[in-house]
């Protein structure tokens, strides 16, 4: 990639982090962590990836498409909607209120470009299987992406999902995990250990790579790669930091789901800018 190139997504991850910081401060509590650790693999997916998409039709036959498994993230994949064009930035301001398009989860039925209803953990990943293997019936060339949280990857769907996936040789199932090594309890380390988890999914079948989920560069070269691969899904591995840009909560438990006020949100904003 370009320097210029990298610089633009670079900007616009950090446009994306400070609307999802907006969007959560206007209501006063959310979702910070687990949706500001996605932020660089959605900015990749939708400002450079992913192919096909319309904003003003965002069902259109033969886009790729995301699953957000880990559904609690949202906020951070509403913030790009807009910014794509999908919808009115406006709604952001109505996040998870009364008759909101925007639900604290993604919901297909509520939100224009959410292509999947996400939120009980474990599930995404086999609707992205199922997805990815229905394009391929229909002779499409579209590509599959999915995010799966790690505190998510303790549930036994998502291994039940791998072994599916391998068995069909889903090579347009692209999948990142969101390594924040935190989850609502505590630390992964703690909770349940996912130590060698290239091995795990290397040993279930897929093509793995891990890279540093906040570096643009290595995500795209990522990307290409498993696009490359034409016989086994892929996994991204993705180190990140839970909270990543927030200050008040970067790397920090807390960060989960947390209250913060209008004046928090501006000072996480100014550091934001001054990084
Ligand atoms: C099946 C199911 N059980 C419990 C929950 C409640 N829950 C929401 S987020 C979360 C923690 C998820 O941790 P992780 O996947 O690591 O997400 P992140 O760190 O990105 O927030 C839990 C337990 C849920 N949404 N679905
Ligand atoms: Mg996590």
Same mark, same amino acid.
């Given at each position: 990639? %370009? ?21 959560? *401060?206007?209501? *006063? ?7 500001? #650790? @996605?932020? !660089? @693999? ?13 904003? #003003? ?41 009364? *008759? ?6 993604? !919901? ?26 229905? =394009? ?13 949280? =790690? ?12 072994? /599916? ?43 793995? %790579?891990?890279?540093?989920?906040? =570096?643009?560069?290595?995500? !795209? &070269?990522?990307?290409?790669? &498993?696009? &490359?691969?034409?016989?086994?899904? #892929?996994?991204? @591995? ?7 840009? /927030? ?20 000072? &996480? @904003?100014? =550091?934001?800018?001054?990084?």
């Amino acid at each position: 990639m %370009q320097e210029k190139e990298l610089k633009r997504l670079q900007d616009k991850a950090k446009e994306i982090r400070k609307m999802t910081i907006e969007e959560i *401060g206007h209501l *006063g509590l959310g979702h910070i962590g687990g949706s500001m #650790s @996605i932020v !660089d @693999i959605l900015t990749l997916l939708y400002y450079r990836a992913m192919e096909n998409l319309d904003p #003003s039709d965002p069902r259109k036959e033969g886009r790729d498409k995301l699953v957000l498994s880990k559904g609690h993230a949202g906020p951070a994949l509403y913030s790009v909607l807009s910014d794509k064009g999908y919808f009115p930035k406006e709604w952001l301001l109505t996040l998870n209120q009364g *008759g909101t398009n925007l639900p604290s989860h993604c !919901d297909m039925n509520r939100t224009p470009g959410i292509d999947f209803t996400t939120g009980s953990l474990g599930q995404g990943g086999s609707a992205a299987a199922g997805i990815a293997l229905a =394009d391929r019936l229909k002779g499409s060339s579209a590509i599959t992406y999915l995010i799966i949280g =790690d505190g998510e990857s303790q549930e036994g769907q998502v291994w039940e999902m791998a072994m /599916f996936a391998a068995q069909f040789k889903l090579h347009n199932l692209i999948a990142f995990m969101d390594f924040n090594k935190l989850q609502i309890d505590g630390h992964i380390s703690e909770v349940m250990e996912l130590e060698n988890i290239v091995q795990k999914w290397t040993g279930f079948g897929w093509h793995v %790579q891990r890279v540093d989920g906040h =570096d643009l560069q290595a995500l !795209d &070269a990522a990307v290409q790669a &498993a696009k &490359a691969e034409k016989s086994l899904p #892929s996994m991204i @591995i993705c180190d990140t930091i839970k909270a990543k840009g /927030f200050s008040p909560a970067e790397g920090k438990q807390t960060s989960h789901h947390m209250a913060f006020s209008q004046e928090m949100a501006q000072q &996480a @904003i100014s =550091d934001l800018y001054s990084e």
